[in-house]
């Protein structure tokens, strides 16, 4: 089973710039879609952006509002995530997810979660 590994997060100040990187043991060529889950103290996962096999992005916009970008790299078996404007509301545990078959919705496989703090 692939092992997924973030990277990345810790503390960050207000209105600043947040990368996060995770890190797949095996090939990523044969999942459709990775990408990044979070959740906030007192609240549910919820999706946050995902890259696909066949170059498709896709973000939650109502909680991403325009400020990522996300890339995959199939060679390095990779997914990056770069948001700026960091708001105190983005504090979460980011989740590195793989999905076999679909954008997201049911995980092949997750990562253990990094945490990330938005605080001055």
């Known amino acids: 089973q692939v092992q997924l590994v973030e990277s990345g997060g810790g503390l960050v100040q207000p209105g600043g710039l947040l990368r996060l990187s995770c890190a797949a043991s095996g090939s990523i060529a044969s999942f459709y879609s990775m990408g990044w889950y979070r959740q906030g103290v007192g609240k549910q996962r919820e999706f946050f952006a995902a890259a696909t096999s066949d170059g498709i992005r896709r973000f939650n916009e109502e909680s991403v509002k325009g400020r990522a970008i996300i890339s995959r790299n199939n060679i390095n078996n990779t997914v990056s995530l770069l948001m700026d404007d960091l708001r105190p509301k983005d504090t979460a545990v980011y989740y590195c997810?793989?999905?076999?078959?679909?954008?997201?919705?049911?995980?092949?496989?997750w990562g253990r979660g990094i945490k990330v703090t938005v605080s001055s």
């Open positions: 997810y793989l999905d076999r078959y679909r954008v997201f919705g049911d995980p092949s496989a």
